[in-house]
């Protein structure tokens, strides 16, 4: 009787920790979340399949309660909820998709995943296995994915011992040869360290402190200067001749995070500002759902939230550069940046507002999975983020 209950305990309790260690914000470690496929291939039932599921999923995202917490100055019961109600989509498609059938499964799983990587669950698409491959194939690129995803099939199969032997090579080598991605010449990303006043503080002093900031980073010749997610507030006309006006007689850019707000809404931007002028150059294609992305506001016929433009823009031209732009929570889902890969951009530029996420590891996982997609398509990248 209790060896019936002992193996799926095994089971749910490796999926906690490999959702613990493969997602703990060490680039080097995603191989680890490469497990959960095999647990998930070897449950002997549905509801087992549905737990460890849950404990992968719950684990990876651990820090979600917290970090909702901190945004909304709240206790910690609405995060509670939304960490449990984000997990619902993926527990579902996994369960759904599980199978005793051994030919059947690998098809099955590669499905799951690709569900999990496109809108509509995509949107919760979090801890992605799929993500490693820029640990196991860094510069391998579409090729790189490939093999990626014909080792997931290959580990929800009878041979996954092999499988997961023939990945530890590639891991081991990586880890003694790894290094980070390349800055693109002539370009800096700016760390800040403002907490929830970034965007907040709409004094005109906050906006020249933002100015010397940038001048102190491009002094060292920098063409190119990115600043975090928000960093400019809300971009009005003002804002934009004040910026201008202030690099007139430079020839470098600054790239930085604002919020556009008309009477439906608004769009989470990066803008493009120089001595010519300012422009909008990238709408953020997933805003975080709940807190910025509000859909349902429409069905009451209520407006408000941040507009997800989902497939628009994957890729901006910045100087004789195209860019690939990932803002904050686009960073920790897939198809924002396959879909910008798809058009072979110059580099990467990555922002975030991390304020909220004090005493988690959300921000650590967010620059791990975006350093793992820029080693696998070798792609320099910019990153700057305020926390």
């Known amino acids: 009787m209790c060896r019936d209950y002992l193996q799926p305990a095994l089971l749910i309790f490796a999926s906690i920790a490999i959702g613990v260690v493969g997602w703990s914000g060490h680039v080097l470690l995603l191989p680890v979340a490469l497990g959960f496929p095999v647990l998930w291939s070897i449950s002997q039932t549905r509801s087992v399949a549905a737990l460890v599921s849950s404990g992968y999923f719950l684990a990876a995202s651990r820090g979600l309660p917290q970090g909702v917490a901190a945004f909304y100055s709240s206790?910690?019961?609405?995060?509670?909820?939304?960490?449990?109600?984000?997990?619902?989509?993926?527990?579902?498609?996994?369960?759904?998709?599980?199978?005793?059938?051994?030919?059947?499964?690998?098809?099955?799983?590669?499905?799951?995943?690709a569900v999990m990587a496109v809108p509509p669950f995509g949107i919760t698409g979090w801890a992605h296995p799929v993500t490693a491959a820029g640990v196991l194939f860094p510069g391998w690129g579409w090729w790189g994915l490939g093999f990626m995803t014909a080792g997931l099939a290959g580990l929800v199969t009878r041979i996954w011992p092999a499988v997961a032997i023939a990945f530890a090579g590639p891991w081991l080598w990586s880890a003694a040869i790894w290094t980070d991605p390349k800055l693109p010449e002539g370009w800096r990303g700016v760390d800040l360290d403002m907490g929830a006043s970034l965007g907040r503080e709409p004094g005109l002093q906050r906006q020249r402190d933002m100015i010397a900031t940038v001048r102190g980073a491009a002094s060292d010749g920098a063409r190119f200067v990115v600043l975090p997610e928000t960093a400019l507030g809300f971009w009005t006309p003002a804002v934009a001749r004040l910026w201008t006006n202030a690099f007139r007689d430079d020839d470098g850019t600054v790239i930085a995070g604002a919020a556009m707000v008309d009477a439906g809404g608004y769009d989470n931007v990066l803008v493009a500002v120089d001595g010519r002028g300012g422009h909008i150059l990238y709408r953020e294609r997933m805003p975080v759902p709940g807190s910025m992305w509000q859909p349902w506001r429409s069905w009451f016929g209520e407006s408000g939230g941040a507009r997800a433009d989902f497939f628009a823009n994957p890729v901006v031209s910045i100087g004789a550069s195209r860019a690939a732009p990932l803002i904050c929570y686009e960073q920790l889902i897939v198809w924002p940046v396959l879909q910008s890969m798809l058009h072979d951009p110059d580099l990467i530029v990555a922002v975030g507002n991390g304020w909220w996420t004090e005493g988690t590891s959300i921000v650590a996982i967010q620059r791990t999975a975006t350093t793992a997609w820029s080693k696998l398509f070798a792609k320099p990248i910019v990153i700057a983020f305020n926390t």
Do not use: E, K
Request: charged letters at 10%.
């Open 75 to 113: 206790d910690i019961w609405p995060g509670l909820l939304l960490w449990l109600g984000a997990s619902m989509s993926f527990v579902a498609v996994h369960t759904l998709f599980w199978t005793m059938n051994g030919r059947a499964r690998p098809f099955r799983y590669l499905l799951a995943a």
